[in-house]
Structures are given as structure tokens and as C-alpha cells.
């Protein structure tokens, strides 16, 4: 709107002030409709006030899986104190990274008084919190020569969940779990599924679990024991440190992992187990335990809002906060271990008492397709499995399980070849 006024007045004075430097008359004939142009359609802009307007916006899912769509409805009544007719433009806002595929954002066209009018359009979203702030209002009077511009706030929000995918079921074992019956063997005789030993009859014990081939042969009541099944404290920890991931075209093996801890924490969650998140990177989020499919929607929450940082606080792994783990669980690991300090704090967890189920994301296949079948590339790309071998191999022999994923291949197939999970054969 002042864009509208102050250049046409402008030039207006400019060809004032040339013709009368020149005393020309023709110029101060010329000088007069932009300068009349600018003063009329300020009384007008002084005089336009914009309709009053009620918009609601309306998005049909506030949480959704990364690269999926969301139609977004915009229901736009009009409210007048006079009876008039206007012009009128209303823009939705769009947040940033959204694409959209179908629809307009926006509308155009005359109002008058009582009328109402509808938009919609759908986006495409990547994995973030969204937020659709606000309206952009363009009013316009009736010859167009006027036009005032508001912002009509109006908040939605829509979380877009990294991806999941399913994965077999992962035997864990920690050295510690919790008293209530649950999916992990917990080491210990008792009731369960799976045979664990024998021992003497004891009065009060069920007559059904006597071993009556081993009374036959020692002439004494010996009954069976079964192994105990347990809920166990699982913690999943992402790596979010910048420096230890890279970047694979439009993404990073960062996104890789995050997809990858909220695939293990949903499994983890769905047979019943305690599962909690730390995200280390810019700040430790973390997201205390819980069970059900309420802590996966906080878990998968915190991943959607988690982006990789390169803060110095946080470039050693040694200060991940153990505190917050209880004695003797079950970690799950993603990292891509860059060097050897990071494998020196994996084994420092061994030695305190932690089952460790380590996630080692590369992108090796990728890195080499795009370099080319050259030489050189086939050279690095050895040199850099050899690496990444010895430090997994050092792990291993300190207990930890080490799921070696290429992040060209879905994670249920690196688990199944790393760790003995049939996924696929028994999904088929």
C-alpha cells in the first residue's frame, strides 16, 4: 500500500520539480495526475477498513508419518457494520518445508455483507513440528486504488512422526529386571514358558509340574522349573551429535537413526516392555519411561522435534548422563561410533552392568555409488569397512550385540542377518 502512494507521488514531485527548474509548463501539466492519483488514493486508504472477517482453519490429522499428506480446510464468514461490497484476498500461511500438491492456499474475489467462502488444499510435510501461524487479509476498495493488509492469527499444529518400520522380535537380556511379569527372561526358576531346571518337591507346589520319569529313576518327588518372564527398563539412546553423522543427498544417516529409535522403542513398547528416550546431542532430551501406546506417541514426539547439533558440551559421548538409566538395563545404542573414544564408552557401559544393543548406521553403498566404480573409491570404501569392522569387533568381545546397518537396507533385514531375527520368513 505505500508502494502504491509514495511512488507515484514521488514521481509526481519529480516532474514538479524538473518543470519548474525548466519554467516549463508542459512538465507542470504532466506533474499533476500522479500527484492526484497518490492524494486520492490516500483519502481512499484512509477511508478502507477491511471486513470484519471469521476464519477458521481445519486440518484433518494433528499427527502423521513424515512425507504423508494433510488437507487443510479454510471456512472464511464475513461480518460487515455497513453494507458494502469488497475485494478481498485471504493466504494461509504455510510452514516451512511444506510442499503443496494440491489445492490453493489462498482465495481471491468480491465479499459482501453475510457472505462465506471455503479453500482447501493438501501438503506434504517432512518429519518436524509444523505450525500454521496466521492469515495474510488484503482488502481492496472499489476502484482498486486503495488496499490494506492485515494478519489474522490463528495457530494449528501438526507433528509429523519419523518413519517406522516393524522388526522381529529382539531378544534381550539384562542382568536386572523389574517384578511384574513381562516378555524378558529374567534368569530365575519360577512360572513361564520356557523349561529352566529341577529341583526337590516342596508341599504346596502343583502336582502337575512333577518330573515323573526323573521320581521313576531316583525314587523322590522332583519337579520342573520354569524360567521367569519379566518386563525389563529399556532406554533407547540416539547419537544427534552432528559430527558423527553425513550427509546423504537431501538427508543424513541422522534421520536414519531416529527413524531406526522409534522402530525399536514402538517394538519395545508393543511386547511390553519399560521404554524410555535420550536424544544427545544440542540439549538431552529425555523422555522418562513408560509403557503403552501413550509413551510411544511421547517418544515419537520427541523424535519428530530432534535435530543433530555440533555443540561442544556434547562432542564427547562420556558425559551421557547414566544417572538417568537404572542399574543393570537393557541400552539400545544408535550411533556411528567416529572414532575410538566413542567405542571406549560403549565398553565402559559393559563394565557397568549394562546390556548393550548397539544400532551402527553407515552409508557406505551410498557413499560409493555416488563417488563411481573407480579405483580410488573402491579403496575408501574398503579402508572405511576395515575401520568400522575393528571397532565393532573390539566391541564384541565385551558383550555387545552390534547391528552393523547399512542404511540402504531396512533395519529389520540388518537385524535379521546380525542378530538371528527371522523377520521376513515368518512375515511372508
Given at each position: 500500500m505505500q508502494r502504491r502512494l509514495f511512488l507515484p507521488m514521488g514521481i509526481g514531485l519529480a516532474i514538479l520539480i524538473l518543470g519548474m527548474l525548466l519554467t516549463n509548463g508542459a512538465f507542470l501539466a504532466l506533474a499533476v495526475p500522479p500527484i492526484l492519483f497518490s492524494c486520492f488514493s490516500a483519502i481512499q486508504s484512509m477511508q478502507l477498513r477491511l471486513p470484519v472477517l471469521n476464519i477458521e482453519r481445519t486440518v484433518n490429522r494433528h499427527r502423521m508419518i513424515e512425507g504423508e499428506e494433510v488437507k487443510v480446510t479454510v471456512d472464511v464468514s464475513s461480518t460487515f457494520g455497513t453494507t458494502g461490497r469488497y475485494f478481498i484476498s485471504v493466504i494461509d500461511t504455510l510452514p516451512g518445508g511444506a510442499q503443496l500438491v494440491d489445492g490453493e492456499n489462498q482465495f481471491l474475489g468480491p465479499f459482501v455483507q453475510g457472505q462465506s467462502a471455503q479453500f482447501s488444499y493438501r501438503v506434504v510435510l517432512p518429519r518436524g513440528k509444523h505450525v500454521f501461524k496466521e492469515f495474510v487479509v488484503t482488502g481492496w476498495s472499489r476502484w482498486g486504488?486503495?488496499?490494506?493488509m492485515e494478519s489474522v492469527a490463528h495457530e494449528s499444529i501438526v507433528i509429523a512422526h519419523p518413519k517406522t518400520d516393524p522388526v522381529g522380535a529382539i531378544t534381550i537380556r539384562p542382568r536386572r529386571t523389574r517384578a511384574f511379569a513381562g516378555p524378558v527372561k529374567a534368569n530365575q526358576g519360577g512360572q513361564g514358558l520356557d523349561f529352566f531346571g529341577c529341583r526337590s518337591y516342596v508341599p504346596g507346589d502343583d502336582i502337575r509340574r512333577v518330573n515323573w520319569r526323573a521320581y521313576a529313576r531316583q525314587d523322590t518327588l522332583i519337579v520342573n522349573e520354569y524360567e521367569l518372564e519379566r518386563l525389563a527398563d529399556v532406554?533407547?539412546?540416539?547419537?544427534?551429535?552432528?559430527?558423527?553423522?553425513?550427509?546423504?543427498?537431501?538427508e543424513t544417516t541422522f534421520d536414519h537413526s531416529l527413524r531406526a529409535a522409534g522402530s525399536l522403542a514402538s517394538h519395545f513398547l508393543r511386547v511390553g516392555n519399560i521404554v524410555g528416550l535420550l536424544v544427545y546431542g544440542d540439549l538431552v532430551?529425555?523422555?522418562?519411561p513408560g509403557v503403552g501406546k501413550r509413551q510411544e506417541r511421547k517418544i515419537l514426539d520427541a523424535l519428530a522435534t530432534s535435530y543433530a547439533a555440533d555443540k561442544e558440551v556434547f562432542e564427547d559421548l562420556r558425559k551421557v548422563p547414566t544417572r538417568l538409566f537404572p542399574a543393570q538395563s537393557q541400552l539400545v545404542f544408535i550411533s556411528p561410533l567416529t572414532d575410538e573414544d566413542d567405542v571406549e564408552v560403549i565398553a565402559l557401559l559393559i563394565d557397568q552392568g549394562y546390556s548393550i544393543l548397539l544400532v551402527c548406521p553407515h552409508a557406505t553403498t551410498w557413499e560409493a555409488e555416488q563417488i563411481g566404480p573407480t579405483p580410488s573409491a573402491q579403496l575408501a570404501t574398503r579402508m572405511a569397512n576395515?575401520?568400522?569392522s575393528l571397532f565393532l569387533d573390539s566391541l564384541v568381545r565385551t558383550g555387545t550385540r552390534i547391528v552393523n546397518w547399512d542404511v540402504s537396507e531396512p533395519l529389520a533385514l540388518a537385524i535379521e542377518r546380525d542378530l538371528g531375527v527371522s523377520f521376513f520368513r515368518r512375515h511372508v
Amino acid at each position: 500500500m505505500q508502494r502504491r502512494l509514495f511512488l507515484p507521488m514521488g514521481i509526481g514531485l519529480a516532474i514538479l520539480i524538473l518543470g519548474m527548474l525548466l519554467t516549463n509548463g508542459a512538465f507542470l501539466a504532466l506533474a499533476v495526475p500522479p500527484i492526484l492519483f497518490s492524494c486520492f488514493s490516500a483519502i481512499q486508504s484512509m477511508q478502507l477498513r477491511l471486513p470484519v472477517l471469521n476464519i477458521e482453519r481445519t486440518v484433518n490429522r494433528h499427527r502423521m508419518i513424515e512425507g504423508e499428506e494433510v488437507k487443510v480446510t479454510v471456512d472464511v464468514s464475513s461480518t460487515f457494520g455497513t453494507t458494502g461490497r469488497y475485494f478481498i484476498s485471504v493466504i494461509d500461511t504455510l510452514p516451512g518445508g511444506a510442499q503443496l500438491v494440491d489445492g490453493e492456499n489462498q482465495f481471491l474475489g468480491p465479499f459482501v455483507q453475510g457472505q462465506s467462502a471455503q479453500f482447501s488444499y493438501r501438503v506434504v510435510l517432512p518429519r518436524g513440528k509444523h505450525v500454521f501461524k496466521e492469515f495474510v487479509v488484503t482488502g481492496w476498495s472499489r476502484w482498486g486504488l486503495a488496499s490494506r493488509m492485515e494478519s489474522v492469527a490463528h495457530e494449528s499444529i501438526v507433528i509429523a512422526h519419523p518413519k517406522t518400520d516393524p522388526v522381529g522380535a529382539i531378544t534381550i537380556r539384562p542382568r536386572r529386571t523389574r517384578a511384574f511379569a513381562g516378555p524378558v527372561k529374567a534368569n530365575q526358576g519360577g512360572q513361564g514358558l520356557d523349561f529352566f531346571g529341577c529341583r526337590s518337591y516342596v508341599p504346596g507346589d502343583d502336582i502337575r509340574r512333577v518330573n515323573w520319569r526323573a521320581y521313576a529313576r531316583q525314587d523322590t518327588l522332583i519337579v520342573n522349573e520354569y524360567e521367569l518372564e519379566r518386563l525389563a527398563d529399556v532406554n533407547v539412546i540416539v547419537d544427534a551429535r552432528l559430527q558423527a553423522h553425513c550427509r546423504l543427498g537431501a538427508e543424513t544417516t541422522f534421520d536414519h537413526s531416529l527413524r531406526a529409535a522409534g522402530s525399536l522403542a514402538s517394538h519395545f513398547l508393543r511386547v511390553g516392555n519399560i521404554v524410555g528416550l535420550l536424544v544427545y546431542g544440542d540439549l538431552v532430551h529425555w523422555v522418562f519411561p513408560g509403557v503403552g501406546k501413550r509413551q510411544e506417541r511421547k517418544i515419537l514426539d520427541a523424535l519428530a522435534t530432534s535435530y543433530a547439533a555440533d555443540k561442544e558440551v556434547f562432542e564427547d559421548l562420556r558425559k551421557v548422563p547414566t544417572r538417568l538409566f537404572p542399574a543393570q538395563s537393557q541400552l539400545v545404542f544408535i550411533s556411528p561410533l567416529t572414532d575410538e573414544d566413542d567405542v571406549e564408552v560403549i565398553a565402559l557401559l559393559i563394565d557397568q552392568g549394562y546390556s548393550i544393543l548397539l544400532v551402527c548406521p553407515h552409508a557406505t553403498t551410498w557413499e560409493a555409488e555416488q563417488i563411481g566404480p573407480t579405483p580410488s573409491a573402491q579403496l575408501a570404501t574398503r579402508m572405511a569397512n576395515l575401520r568400522r569392522s575393528l571397532f565393532l569387533d573390539s566391541l564384541v568381545r565385551t558383550g555387545t550385540r552390534i547391528v552393523n546397518w547399512d542404511v540402504s537396507e531396512p533395519l529389520a533385514l540388518a537385524i535379521e542377518r546380525d542378530l538371528g531375527v527371522s523377520f521376513f520368513r515368518r512375515h511372508v
